[in-house]
């Protein structure tokens, strides 16, 4: 069976530190991945999806980039971190055909 | 025209009763509409979802409603218990090979079953 993994579960980072939240998926291939961000209150807001290996597409301008270096691999990341990139931040994966996406159990970034 | 509205933004039912929370959407190229469920602190969980060749999905006490002309579609929880209580989102995106299945998420509605 296919499994995501997402770490931390919760983060506390000052203003202008660095950020990297990695996101592993086991048991398939070739995943669709997804970077989601869910500010308090709010509905999910589509980060970044990526279609393969170096493949990464933004959907919104932003603090953060995104890297695919491995197949199964996802990683959110920011050189300096907002107050305003605080949030609940999810990565998922789905298949390419079937759109049903897996979240992970998601990360609590505070910029403080 | 990529959005997907949700209403309403919370909602407070009685144990037992039906809580109906409803999406519309503006492009018709969507094809595929899923519900999300959400507890505090979790990832959202994929519910039930609906592809527009047919008007109603029945998956136990979860229904869904689509109404193709209208461009609207709904979840209905009968017989709704506090174990219900999360927020649930509803979603569009396009099926098929070559699309990216990038989900286009409603603004969540928060649900509260008092017992």
């Known amino acids: 069976s296919q499994t995501i993994h997402q770490w931390p579960a919760t983060l506390v980072q000052p203003v202008g530190s660095p950020l990297s939240l990695e996101c592993t998926v086991e048991?398939?291939?070739?995943?669709?991945l997804y970077w989601y961000r869910q500010a308090a209150g709010r509905g999910l807001q589509l980060l970044f999806y990526?279609?393969?290996?170096?493949?990464i597409s933004s959907e919104v301008p932003q603090n953060l980039s995104a890297s695919r270096p491995q197949d199964r691999q996802f990683i959110l990341s920011s050189k300096k971190l907002l107050l305003s990139d605080s949030g609940f931040y999810l990565c998922?994966?789905?298949?390419?055909?079937?759109?049903?996406?897996?979240f992970g159990q998601g990360t609590r970034l505070t910029v403080v | 025209q990529q959005q997907v509205k949700q209403s309403p933004q919370s909602l407070i039912v009685q144990k037992g009763g039906i809580s109906i929370i409803n999406c519309a959407y503006e492009?018709?190229?969507?094809?595929?509409f899923p519900w999300y469920q959400q507890f505090p602190g979790k990832g959202p969980a994929l519910l039930i979802a609906?592809?527009?060749?047919?008007s109603e999905k029945k998956e136990g006490r979860f229904t869904i409603s689509f109404n193709k002309s209208a461009k609207q579609f709904s979840l209905h929880i009968m017989d709704s218990q506090p174990g219900d209580s999360a927020t649930y989102f509803c979603?569009?995106?396009?099926?098929?090979?070559?699309?990216?299945?990038?989900?286009?998420f409603g603004q969540g509605t928060t649900l509260q079953v008092k017992p």
């Open positions: 979603a569009a995106s396009i099926e098929g090979s070559g699309n990216t299945g990038k989900l286009i």
């Open positions: 998922a994966w789905g298949r390419d055909i079937n759109t049903e996406a897996f």
């Open positions: 048991g398939t291939s070739n995943p669709n």
């Open positions: 990526s279609v393969g290996i170096g493949q």
């Open positions: 492009n018709t190229a969507f094809d595929y």
């Open positions: 609906i592809r527009p060749d047919v």
